[in-house]
């Protein structure tokens, strides 16, 4: 099935530093998603991305989708504490699919 | 903000019985899922259900598990006659387009 690869498997970093975490897939995605999870919680989402070469942000947040459509990254500028958590990305693909395919996540810790 | 709310939030059964986990979707969206997380691991797709009917479903979603909109507001999962590998985080989420999906808090399920 499809996979999506993300990376790093987790982080630590220094409160005030920015990160960047991404996402690559063998295969072609039409939407992608950040989600961020706390612990004991459910995902919540951050960004959507719709077309190939978009870059959005949201806050200290931004995305971007790869020009191939197979790859996106998260970058988070100036982190803060409560910037910990698990990041997830998560694709759609082509033809009309609704699932979310997720990565296995990028577990951020931030120390102040 | 309206939210995705899910019942209960754990639940503990023994092996071969059946559970309902019941879920709330945010109000004016058409669209409803239903994911799991196993502890530690990436939050995988179960169904989708648009229009009373499964749009998709994976190959975890087997003859043991059952969906159902019973009323306008409610979205239930049901499990048959659970297993020890059940155990997991069940998300429901619900959207408004079939792209920007919100997720609920979760029901944890432990199976004994």
């Known amino acids: ?112 | 903000e309206p939210e995705v709310t899910q019942t209960p939030s754990h639940q503990v059964t023994q092996m071969g019985q059946e559970v309902i986990l019941r879920c709330v979707p945010i109000s004016n969206h058409l669209y409803f899922y239903w994911y799991r997380q196993i502890l530690g691991q990436k939050v995988e797709f179960l169904v989708s259900f648009y229009n009373n009917e499964i749009s998709e479903k994976s190959e975890i979603f087997d003859d043991q598990f059952s969906v159902e909109r019973p009323d306008g507001s409610n979205f239930t999962l049901k499990i048959r006659s659970t297993k020890l590998e059940d155990s997991a985080m069940y998300f429901c989420a619900s959207s408004g387009t079939g792209v920007e999906q919100y997720f609920g808090p979760g029901t944890r399920l432990t199976v004994t």
């Not at chain 1, 990305?89 to 120390?111: D, H, I, P």
């Open chain 1, 1 to 112: 099935g499809q996979q999506l690869n993300q990376s790093p498997q987790s982080m630590f970093i220094q409160e005030g530093e920015d990160v960047s975490m991404n996402c690559t897939s063998s295969s072609i995605f039409n939407t992608w998603l950040w989600y961020k999870q706390d612990p004991g919680e459910g995902p919540v989402l951050l960004i959507a991305l719709y077309k190939a070469g978009e870059l959005t942000s949201n806050g200290r947040l931004t995305a971007q989708f790869g020009i191939t459509r197979k790859d996106s990254f998260l970058n988070i500028s100036a982190s803060i504490p409560s910037d910990v958590g698990i990041y997830f990305c998560a694709g759609q693909s082509q033809g009309g699919s609704e699932k979310l395919v997720f990565g296995k996540g990028t577990k951020l810790t931030v120390n102040p």
